[in-house]
């Protein structure tokens, strides 16, 4: 992964974390959030395939726990614990994780819409 591409995923790890945080997004998180995405150089469905590859897995297991991380993911150990499931990963791994993610998706379905709503509002005000 070359050094400005890493940059731009890193960013777009760390915003899209907060789906995983123990806590109930509000209309200000959607704007962050999708302001931060759309400044990324990836597209929206792009964006989508980080979440399901590389962020869920490292951080759905936080959604499990009745009293899970709210305050915010550290975000040196965010991403090297990103990076190290990209580097050992096994297709058994990726496998399981298309299976669980689905079940997630339909928990987090509201979640997308608001981002994506918001996230196409700034894509067209920037077509103006």
């Known amino acids: 992964m070359e050094e400005l ?33 759309f400044e990324s150089s990836f597209t929206f469905e792009e964006i989508k395939g980080i979440d399901q590859d590389e962020v869920f897995p490292v951080f759905f297991s936080n959604l499990l726990i009745p009293a899970g991380e709210w305050a915010g993911f550290d975000e040196l150990i965010l991403v090297k614990n990103i990076m190290k499931w990209m580097e050992t990963r096994s297709k058994l791994d990726i496998l399981a994780i298309k299976c669980l993610y689905p079940i997630y998706d339909k928990i987090n379905r509201s979640y997308w819409k608001k981002i994506e709503e918001v996230y196409n509002q700034i894509h067209a005000e920037a077509l103006r």
């Open 5 to 37: 591409s890493l940059e731009n995923r890193k960013r777009v790890w760390i915003t899209l974390s907060e789906l995983y945080l123990d806590t109930e997004l509000q209309d200000s998180d959607f704007r962050y959030m999708a302001a931060s995405l």
